[in-house]
């Protein structure tokens, strides 16, 4: 895998990001960054804060203290449309899909093609979906289906699609494979390898460790809300990074 | 084995001939259950139910709830809930009687029976549906304080305020011009109750024939030709039987000689004249029309089933979830408002008790519609077919001389029936 340039600014940075709920430090002044063409993964044990803390670039959540960095210029997502006017997307980890729509309303909620009048133009909307999807997973057939009545796998791929078709430069991705088969599995990781190569930056959350030595060019680590501390996966083997995450400790070369 | 190969080849075409049509199976049902319930009616009473005189008053009777329901169908799609529409009726009512008897005629000087009278009364009356739902809807969305709570307040407030408005007083008659939505007081005559069926037929084609144009253009699959012709002589005959049974109910001769006299005529020997199309069924069809839109072919609509479906993903999707909860309830204020000419112009007067009960039965009506309570679906066709079925259901047992309290507890069973049917429905279709 070629070396990821990390001399000019990063595409976003997050500085010392915190965020309690209630009495509960779910993210605890974490700092991480990502540079153009670059898959960094983010991993923890269950309740690290890994979700909390990409909702926090996402605009899901708003951090209670840190500070955002886009292109090094410092922005304040308030809100989801805030992330995606920065070409943000994200691929949530329960999907967010409406179970009513079928995966072209999904695909484009919130962002709807309209005729000249303004009524939302379902057929074009359909189309563009079987565009993307015939890249994305051939085997997709159910479009006039409510995403509900789709396989756990399918469902995924709609999220999938939907982060991708909207020209994303930096993509959030919380276990994009979690209900995959292997192919399906597969086809993501060519996926991001592909994207990778056309600079986007990847934040790949994911608990299979082995794909995120493949895949990913560094991992930050996570424990209980703090950052355990950010290494190049070239340099640490698949034990350091589960020292890493489970005794939370850096590991010997790396520290 | 080519013979059993045959046989199942055939049978599935069979089937298919009937799919290849595309109508929606639970708009099939309803359709069913309400031609099911006139028919026994209509031998039960002995061919008076489905004569043009009951049809006549059956739509007139129907047209207020279900203008209602359209928009109770978007509240419960959004997993909310609204038990104040009456009492927001009888406001409005208050509202318009008050405006047309006292504000314009006195406080304006355009004295009584001034062509402005309706217009103003009307714009009034929508305009405080709309600020009072709009209201709601704020303290549902922004204040988070749930809309069964919000609203049964609304319940008694509003109730209330517009025996406020009135001193308590029944407020009547109305405005000529305003009575022309009541239904019987306003019809468009055979002429241009023929010339309004031949429109929506027309109209109904042409949308059929966009439908398919554009899926043809993005090469999706389409119904055969045949399959379409039937569907467009459907609903064809669907709507011209309507007229022609609307314009077969015949004004009162008694009645007819004093429009002539009004005019200084002299009506000819044996002229006849029928009702036609009443302007508040009018009312109703545009307001199905532009909310079917609304549902299905805005962002409003898109955002508001995708809201019910699941309100997280939605905001994630960027979708101020609490905005729309006030716009879903300005709806529902603005349809109370448009109901609440209907009705005080059907009864030609404002009374205290417009509209009572008014909640319940626009609930059903959306629910027999099959819109579901744990939000996410509905349909504004279902809303209204479901308010025609209760209606129906009250009317032909008051025919058949059926007590009050007995109707309410058959009614009341119907209810509870029709949504377990729904149950079994989506649980055999699964969705
Ligand atoms: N909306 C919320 N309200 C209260 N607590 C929350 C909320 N969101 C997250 N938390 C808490 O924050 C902590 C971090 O949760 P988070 O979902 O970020 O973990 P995670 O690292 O993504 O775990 P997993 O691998 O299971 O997805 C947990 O203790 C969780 O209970
Ligand atoms: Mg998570």
Partial sequence: ?255 | MTDTKETAARARKKQSAFAALEIDTRLLGMIGAFIAVCLVFNILTEGRFLTPRNVFNLTIQTVSVAIMATGMVFVIVTRHIDLSVGALLATCSAVMAMTQTMVVPEWLGLGLGHPLTAPIAIAVGCVAGMAIGAFHGWLIGYLTIPAFIVTLGGLLVWRNVAWHLTSGQTIGPLDETFQLFGGINGTLGETWSWIFGIVAVLAAWFGLFTARRSKIRHEFKVKPIWAELVLGGLIASAILGFVSLLTAYEIPTRRLERIFEAAGQVMPEGHTQGYGVPISVLVLIVVAIIMTIVAQRTRLGRYIFATGGNPDAAALAGINTRMLTVKVFMIMGLLCAISAVVASARQTFHSNDIGTLDELRVIAAAVIGGTALAGGSGTIYGAILGALIMQSLQSGMAMVGVDAPYQNIVVGMVLVLAVFVDILYRRRTGD
């Fill in chain 1, 1 to 255: 895998m070629a070396k990821v340039d990390r001399s000019g600014t990063p595409l976003v940075e997050l500085r010392n990001i915190s965020i309690a709920f209630g009495g509960v430090h779910a993210v605890d002044d974490v700092s991480v960054d990502l540079y153009p063409g670059e898959v960094v993964g983010l991993l923890g044990h269950n309740g690290a804060g890994k979700s909390t803390l990409i909702k926090c670039l996402s605009g899901a959540y708003q951090a209670d203290s840190g500070e955002v960095f886009v292109d090094g210029k410092k922005v304040s997502i308030r809100n989801p449309r805030d992330a995606r006017d920065h070409n943000i997307e994200t691929i949530y980890q329960t999907l967010a899909l409406a179970d009513n729509l079928d995966a072209a309303s999904n695909l484009f909620l919130g962002r709807e093609i309209t005729s000249g009048i303004g009524l939302v133009d379902d057929a074009r909307m359909e189309a563009e979906t079987r565009k993307i999807m015939g890249r994305l997973n051939p085997n997709f057939r159910k479009f006039n289906a409510p995403v509900s009545a789709l396989s756990g796998g399918q469902r995924q791929s709609v999220a999938i699609s939907r982060a991708v078709y909207f020209n994303a430069r930096i993509l959030i991705m919380d276990e994009p494979t979690a209900a995959l088969g292997v192919e399906e599995t597969r086809m993501v990781a060519e996926l991001i390898d592909e994207l990778k190569r056309q600079g986007l930056g990847i934040f790949l959350i994911d608990h299979d460790i082995h794909q995120v030595k493949t895949l990913c060019d560094r991992a930050s680590v996570m424990k209980n809300g703090k950052l355990v501390g950010t290494v190049d996966v070239d340099d640490v083997t698949e034990d350091d990074l589960l020292g890493m995450i489970i005794l939370g400790k850096q590991p010997e070369k790396a520290a």
